[in-house]
């Protein structure tokens, strides 16, 4: 039985979780789509980088001009950081009723942190769904945000069994 490196879940379940998300984040952004493209006012999805939603580097969305460096930097910190509040939220020995508080703050930290660098992604799926129906460069830059996430979700698994040794 192989739990992976955060130790909760079996590699075997991995491509079906991954699909679902995939599925699950388009579904939900093309009714965000159907909603905002009723609008008179709306441009298209394609008219500005990051418009839609998208994560995005090397665009001057919000005055500042983040690379691709800073991009990766970010995303794999802030989803290190919010994979090891996960796992310590959820530990069972954790105090029960405050995981969702500690989840929800640490999220909304993070989107504060990192909305004017990338438009915050720290997750692979949500990150797709939105590009789907995005311009082009937002596909192009996609890698990106299924790359960082990653890293930093192994790197906080594996730092977290070195937190909480045979606790889980």
Same mark, same amino acid.
């Given at each position: 039985?192989?739990?992976?490196?955060?130790?909760?879940?079996?590699?075997?379940?991995?491509?079906?979780?991954?699909?679902?998300?995939?599925?699950?984040?388009?579904?939900?952004?093309?009714?965000?789509?159907?909603?905002v493209s009723s609008s008179p006012d709306?441009?298209? &999805?394609?008219? /500005?980088?990051?418009?839609?939603?998208?994560? %995005?580097?090397? =665009? @001057?969305?919000? $005055?500042?001009?983040?690379?691709?460096?800073g991009a990766l930097i970010t995303e794999?910190?802030?989803?290190?950081?919010?994979?090891?509040?996960?796992?310590?939220?959820?530990?069972?020995?954790?105090?029960?009723?405050?995981g969702g508080m500690a989840i929800g703050?640490?999220?909304?930290?993070?989107?504060?942190?990192?909305?004017?660098?990338?438009?915050?992604? &720290?997750?692979? /799926?949500?990150?797709?769904?939105?590009?789907? %129906?995005?311009? =082009? @460069?937002?596909? $192009?830059?996609?890698?990106?945000?299924?790359?960082?996430?990653?890293?930093?979700?192994?790197?906080?698994?594996?730092?977290?069994?070195?937190?909480?040794?045979?606790?889980?």
């Amino acid at each position: 039985m192989d739990y992976g490196w955060g130790g909760r879940f079996e590699a075997k379940d991995l491509p079906g979780y991954i699909l679902a998300q995939v599925l699950g984040g388009a579904f939900g952004a093309l009714i965000l789509y159907l909603i905002v493209s009723s609008s008179p006012d709306f441009a298209g &999805v394609g008219t /500005a980088h990051g418009a839609f939603a998208t994560n %995005f580097y090397d =665009a @001057n969305i919000y $005055g500042v001009n983040f690379g691709m460096l800073g991009a990766l930097i970010t995303e794999i910190v802030m989803t290190f950081m919010f994979l090891i509040v996960i796992l310590g939220a959820t530990h069972k020995n954790a105090s029960p009723g405050f995981g969702g508080m500690a989840i929800g703050l640490a999220l909304t930290l993070i989107h504060l942190i990192s909305i004017p660098v990338t438009n915050t992604s &720290v997750n692979p /799926a949500r990150s797709t769904a939105v590009a789907i %129906f995005a311009e =082009a @460069n937002a596909m $192009g830059q996609l890698w990106l945000f299924w790359v960082a996430p990653i890293v930093g979700a192994a790197l906080a698994g594996i730092v977290y069994k070195f937190m909480a040794p045979n606790k889980d």
